[in-house]
């Protein structure tokens, strides 16, 4: 067998605004890229690249599943963010190397595509906002082209809300629709900052903006609650951001606890757990549409998956939102500061808010890995935002 698909090595970057990237090279010189991704736990997250790396070093890049099945199962430790991530950022960077070796898109690598665009959705509507300023962001996104928004649907709510933030999250909610009209989507994502009582109670106030889905009623730990919280409501109940394997997502469906699964390709270990996942939901007739406020790399890795799923439909897309702005230079859009600038216009989206199929080998971007290192110089200071209530205690942000 010749040597030329050895892994040679495995370099990582903590990058502005607060992403893990990696970059893995095969003897020949193929480049592939992964993200890895832990937002505000960079650190952990690149520790544990490090220490998987010693198991890919010196073996063939082409033998994705075997590589990457036999870390897993070697390890007696395995599961949760920071070894998924570690583990999905190396897994991606496998299956970009896989593409270019074949000159194919990585869905092609998949079986091929069932789609020729896709619909994707942008984050609006502020964290927290005034409900005027989170209409304006709002009705500007939509200006840019977003057919589709998102946004925080409360604050960090008491288990039972005493404070006013059930009615904060209707006139924000009401501001949003007045300013959008009714032809652009809007989905709520809960964030998990509600405890059982008052998911189900907002579930119910928020439908006269006839949502697009429901995120993260609860957090996972409280995800048993889950079906009673979808039958308590039309709107579809969509999670996964927080789960970080196949099984805990067929548990989710088994339950019947949502109609959309969101799995964060990165923390869910890679394009290949993702596409389990969507056929898990293509099984069960429901919906596959993936977490992913982060990276380029991670954005094309959702999209090859999103491209080949029959389950799949839309598609998280974090250009424009509010925290990619740190660390950007002026003149470049901070979520394409580290893609060659030839690649730019492939992420122009058309009138209905379609982006089209990619047709590059791998994941079908540039990534200018120089810029990289530069930007890791000077560091990642992001972390998770302290929120509390108003009595004082800390909140799930």
């Given at each position: 067998m010749?040597?030329?698909?050895?892994?040679?090595?495995?370099e990582t970057?903590?990058a502005?605004?607060?992403w893990?990237?990696?970059?893995?090279v095969?003897?020949?010189?193929?480049?592939g890229?992964?993200e890895?991704t832990?937002?505000g736990?960079l650190g952990?997250?690149?520790a544990?690249?490090?220490?998987?790396?010693?198991?890919f070093?010196g073996k063939?890049?082409?033998?994705?599943k075997?590589?990457?099945?036999?870390?897993?199962?070697?390890?007696?430790?395995?599961?949760g963010p920071?070894?998924?991530?570690?583990?999905?950022?190396?897994?991606?960077?496998?299956?970009?190397i896989?593409?270019k070796a074949?000159?194919?898109?990585?869905y092609?690598?998949?079986?091929g595509r069932?789609?020729?665009?896709?619909k994707?959705?942008?984050?609006?509507?502020?964290?927290?906002s005034a409900p005027e300023?989170?209409?304006?962001?709002a009705?500007r996104?939509?200006?840019?082209?977003?057919r589709a928004?998102k946004?925080?649907?409360?604050p960090?709510?008491a288990?039972v809300?005493t404070?006013?933030?059930i009615?904060?999250?209707?006139?924000?909610?009401?501001?949003?629709?007045?300013?959008?009209?009714d032809?652009?989507?809007?989905a709520?994502d809960?964030?998990?900052?509600?405890?059982?009582p008052m998911?189900?109670?907002?579930?119910k106030?928020l439908?006269?903006?006839?949502?697009?889905f429901?995120?993260?009623?609860?957090?996972p730990d409280y995800n048993?609650?889950?079906?009673?919280?979808?039958?308590?409501t039309?709107?579809?109940i969509?999670?996964?951001e927080r789960?970080y394997?196949?099984?805990e997502f067929?548990d989710?469906?088994?339950?019947?606890?949502?109609?959309?699964?969101?799995?964060?390709?990165v923390?869910?270990g890679?394009?290949?757990?993702?596409?389990e996942?969507?056929?898990?939901?293509?099984?069960?007739?429901?919906?596959?549409?993936?977490?992913?406020?982060?990276s380029?790399i991670?954005?094309?890795?959702c999209?090859?998956?999103?491209?080949?799923?029959r389950?799949?439909?839309?598609?998280?897309?974090?250009?424009?939102?509010?925290?990619?702005a740190?660390g950007a230079k002026?003149?470049?859009?901070?979520?394409?500061?580290?893609l060659d600038?030839g690649?730019?216009?492939?992420?122009?989206?058309?009138g209905?808010g379609h982006?089209q199929?990619?047709e590059g080998p791998g994941?079908g971007?540039?990534v200018n890995?120089?810029?990289?290192?530069?930007?890791?110089?000077?560091?990642v200071?992001w972390?998770?935002?302290?929120?509390?209530?108003p009595d004082?205690?800390v909140?799930?942000w």
């Open positions: 010749s040597d030329a698909m050895i892994i040679q090595r495995i970057a903590q502005a605004p607060r893990g990237l990696l970059r893995m095969t003897k020949d010189g193929v480049e890229f992964g890895f832990v937002e736990q952990t997250a690149e544990a690249v490090r220490e998987l790396s010693e198991w070093i063939d890049a082409r033998q994705i075997q590589l990457v099945r036999g870390c897993y199962d070697r390890c007696f430790y395995h599961g920071h070894y998924m991530s570690a583990l999905g950022g190396i897994e991606i960077a496998l299956w970009d896989a593409g074949a000159g194919q898109p990585v092609q690598l998949l079986g069932v789609r020729d665009r896709v994707v959705y942008r984050w609006a509507g502020g964290n927290n300023a989170a209409a304006e962001e009705a996104v939509v200006a840019e082209g977003a928004i946004m925080n649907a409360c960090p709510l288990a809300d404070y006013g933030g009615q904060a999250a209707v006139a924000r909610a009401r501001a949003v629709r007045d300013a959008v009209g032809e652009v989507e809007i709520f809960f964030h998990g900052r509600c405890n059982v998911a189900r109670r907002l579930a106030e439908e006269f903006a006839r949502p697009l429901y995120e993260e009623p609860v957090r048993r609650w889950l079906p009673e919280i979808a039958a308590g039309h709107v579809p969509a999670t996964g789960m394997t196949v099984a067929s989710v469906v088994a339950a019947k606890g949502a109609h959309i699964l969101q799995p964060d390709l923390h869910a890679g394009i290949s757990n993702t596409v996942i969507g056929a898990l939901a293509e099984a069960n007739g429901i919906a596959l549409a993936p977490h992913c406020p982060l380029p991670a954005f094309m890795a999209l090859h998956v999103v491209v080949q799923c389950a799949g439909w839309i598609l998280e897309w974090s250009k424009g939102i509010h925290y990619n740190s002026k003149g470049v859009d901070p979520w394409l500061r580290y600038e690649d730019w216009p492939m992420f122009d989206v058309d209905n982006l199929v990619p994941l971007i540039r890995w120089k810029a990289v290192k530069r930007a890791a110089q000077e560091g200071a972390r998770d935002e302290l929120m509390r209530l004082g205690t909140a799930n």
